[in-house]
């Protein structure tokens, strides 16, 4: 891609994303934009043309409606092959399908899952309670599966109880009902400046005013939330305490307690995301546990166990039920019953803890493969995490690494999709080792390739386009 490419738009009048959309279509018919080139990130296009993020984002969304591009989360926004079966070489010089996918977030899965869910489905299929599973009712999920739910999150020292908790079709889900729940539109939302990009996504959507904190390997500072709360009015902090996607940093607990202490005074609600959480074995308490009154707590088991069993649990104080209660039926009405009533089973037989043993076993077998590849390249990680965070060496900037490291087979994030407003390029990257690349093999052949490039300073002797 070329860094410094900006569509010409002409002056006329209309939406000016629409103007966008119409000059980089433009582009592509005239093939100035070539199949298969990727378009340029929106934080870079929204600043060289002095429009906001929101506008460009508009106009690729209208370029992807008429099928001229296509938006690949973690990785970017591609001009489409007008015949799939036809495709050339292009930039990467490899076929979607021969590429090892490193960006793509999910659990490591076996032959052990498959047998877990074939016996599951044919218990189900003899189980007196399956009728119980039609019920349109009650939005917030059957009440045993509260109770499963709830007696789980007891262990993590949380206080749960069904009544203050919400079945939801996944963490983001959960997330999303919590954000939307304590929020409106106007509102400033505080965030690590490096987030997950649906924080971004849903910020934007909602029309909150996201604001970046300054963090480290351990999260969040406390004293910048601080300095943030005392210069503007703060209405929320959505946090991940444990694992942060994408720098995978963790917070200790006096780092936990300080940011819940700092969210009282201020009168600041605390959105929690702990959806990696589960692959810990041991783990500081999750800062619902020390302001359990303004706390929203979210986890699931897609990023633990298998990224299907998007069972996600939500906990919120009493206050919020209703308004809680209202978003989840607004946008979804209930969770899949048959999906929780799964987790619910597992839950209780023990399964859930088996399978979440075995992915810590198979995570600590591919962080040693990256550790023997890697060696002493610089990166923040922990041995049961399903990402690495990556500094770049050298001259090395995320643009070109990224497509270069596409050009050698592999598919990496970038920091793009994660960065909140204007701030600077981290030149870094975000590696996930889940199953996206399921054989261990194809996974060392990847890291392998990695290391190549990580020792390599290919940037500085190429030619500027």
């Not at 889940?434 to 300073?457: C, I, K, N, P």
Request: aromatic content about 6%.
């Amino acid at each position: 891609m070329r860094w410094t490419w900006k569509p010409e738009v002409s002056s006329s009048g209309g939406a000016r994303y629409q103007a966008i959309a119409d000059a980089i279509a433009a582009a592509i018919d005239g093939g100035e934009l070539r199949p298969g080139e990727r378009l340029p990130p929106q934080r870079d296009l929204s600043f060289r043309m002095s429009v906001s993020v929101q506008t460009i984002f508009r106009a690729y969304a209208e370029l992807e409606r008429r099928g001229l591009v296509s938006g690949e989360i973690g990785r970017g926004t591609f001009v489409r092959y007008a015949n799939p079966d036809k495709v050339p070489g292009s930039i990467v010089d490899k076929r979607e399908e021969d590429l090892l996918d490193f960006s793509t977030m999910a659990p490591i899965v076996g032959e052990k899952h498959v047998k877990a869910l074939r016996d599951m489905l044919a218990a189900l299929s003899k189980s007196r309670e399956l009728e119980s599973l039609l019920a349109h009712r009650p939005i917030v999920g059957l009440h045993h599966h509260r109770m499963v739910g709830a007696d789980w999150l007891k262990t993590l020292d949380l206080k749960a109880s069904p009544e203050t908790m919400l079945i939801t079709n996944g963490c983001q889900h959960g997330l999303w009902v919590a954000l939307a729940s304590v929020t409106e539109p106007g509102d400033i939302v505080a965030a690590d400046h490096l987030v997950d990009s649906s924080v971004i996504t849903e910020s934007m959507i909602l029309k909150l005013q996201l604001r970046g904190l300054a963090s480290d390997e351990s999260g969040i500072l406390p004293d910048g939330f601080a300095a943030l709360c005392n210069r503007e009015r703060v209405k929320a902090i959505c946090v991940t305490p444990t694992l942060n996607n994408p720098t995978a940093s963790l917070m200790d607990e006096e780092r936990r307690r300080a940011i819940a202490e700092i969210a009282r005074e201020f009168n600041v609600w605390i959105i929690e995301d702990d959806v990696f959480g589960p692959l810990l074995d041991q783990r500081p308490r999750p800062i619902a546990a020390f302001a359990p009154e303004r706390s929203c707590y979210a986890t699931s088991f897609s990023k633990s166990v298998l990224h299907s069993l998007r069972t996600g649990y939500l906990l919120v104080p009493e206050i919020l039920m209703s308004r809680a209660i209202s978003r989840l039926r607004t946008t979804g009405w209930m969770s899949n019953s048959f999906v929780a009533e799964i987790s619910c089973r597992w839950l209780t037989d023990g399964t859930i803890a088996e399978l979440i043993a075995w992915q810590r076993r198979k995570l600590a077998r591919r962080h040693s493969i990256l550790d023997r590849e890697l060696g002493d390249a610089q990166r923040i990680s922990h041995p049961a995490s399903l990402h690495v965070w990556l500094p770049l060496p050298g001259r090395w900037r995320t643009g070109p690494f990224v497509e270069e490291a596409r050009r050698r087979g592999l598919l990496i994030t970038g920091p793009d999709p994660f960065i909140v407003g204007r701030d600077t390029d981290p030149h870094a990257v975000r590696l996930t080792i889940g199953d996206s690349v399921r054989e261990d093999e194809d996974f060392q052949r990847g890291v392998e390739t990695l290391a190549r490039l990580l020792a390599s300073d290919l940037e500085a002797s190429s030619p500027a386009i």
